[in-house]
């Protein structure tokens, strides 16, 4: 009798052998497997439901504060009051600096700064005016660990900058030195530069430009101390010459104050034969006494 059983179970493998098919019953789902596919289905709900209601019990425990006043806030790292603080740059402004008039003098003029000391990069263009609630800002995600403040920082400095990355190859972060980038563990410039890439699909080369030596804080020095201690202290690395020549970049960085640190970026890029060079923030100083020429 078993010989009989393993005769017909040999006859039927060999028959499927021969036509390549199953019968409609052989290829209609098992039972097993049908249930493991709903046992898994349920099992990927239940880690959904367990992350969404860890991440809920997360942020009643340990709440989003905002960055600059304190007060809990859900998402962007700035509550609205402190979000209405911020002094987005907007024309009229001055097309070489991007820094903006308190009327709008007609197209073309520039600002008394870009004509007494025109610098070496083409346009500059910054999100918001550096102020109470920038410098916050500024200073929690460059020195404070709050990386979660760069993609809107960043979002708010594409749409400041879209003409400019329209016309370019490539964003350029201000590196830091190594030293500096070890004990910070990340670069702010480098990080919203992802961000901004990220937002306007612009290809992004973080290794191209290199900080050769060390320079102190720009912090407490004169306009004057600015400008020497960052001369020389930037290079493009032999190996992305290639990459720069005949190209156009924006540089990125997080504030602009006198300009020396992205002039001194701009000149090194100039002297490996990019196209041009223009410059990206998320704040600059603004003398809003000065008036267009």
């Known amino acids: 009798m078993t010989t009989c059983i393993v005769s017909a179970y040999s006859a039927r493998l060999s028959a499927l052998g021969r036509s390549g098919t199953l019968s409609r019953m052989d290829a209609e789902a098992s039972p097993s497997r049908s249930i493991t596919s709903h046992l898994s289905r349920a099992a990927s709900a239940c880690r959904g439901a367990w992350r969404h ?152 080369l973080s290794e191209a430009l290199r900080r050769i030596r060390p320079t102190q804080q720009q912090i407490g020095l004169s306009r004057t101390q600015r400008a020497s201690n960052v001369q020389g202290a930037f290079a493009v690395a032999a190996d992305r010459q290639s990459a720069i020549q005949g190209r156009r970049f924006v540089l990125i960085d997080d504030v602009l104050t006198s300009g020396a640190t992205v002039d001194a970026c701009a000149r090194a890029l100039l002297r490996a034969k990019a196209a041009s060079v223009d410059v990206l923030v998320f704040a600059r100083v603004v003398d809003t006494h000065k008036a267009p020429i």
């Open 53 to 204: 209601a860890a991440q809920l019990a997360l942020d009643i425990a340990l709440p989003t504060l905002c960055v600059a006043c304190r007060e809990p806030v859900h998402g962007e790292g700035v509550c609205a009051q402190c979000w209405a603080k911020l002094s987005f740059i907007a024309p009229p402004l001055c097309p070489r600096l991007g820094i903006p008039f308190i009327y709008d003098p007609g197209p073309g003029l520039l600002s008394m700064e870009a004509i007494a000391d025109p610098p070496a990069y083409g346009r500059a263009r910054a999100a918001v005016r550096y102020d109470d609630v920038a410098r916050t800002l500024v200073h929690a995600l460059k020195y404070q660990d709050r990386t979660d403040l760069a993609p809107a920082m960043g979002r708010w400095m594409a749409r400041a900058g879209h003409e400019l990355i329209e016309d370019a190859d490539a964003l350029i972060p201000v590196p830091l030195h190594w030293r500096r980038g070890w004990s910070r563990r990340y670069n702010q410039s480098g990080a919203l530069a992802r961000v901004i890439a990220d937002q306007t699909g612009a290809n992004l």
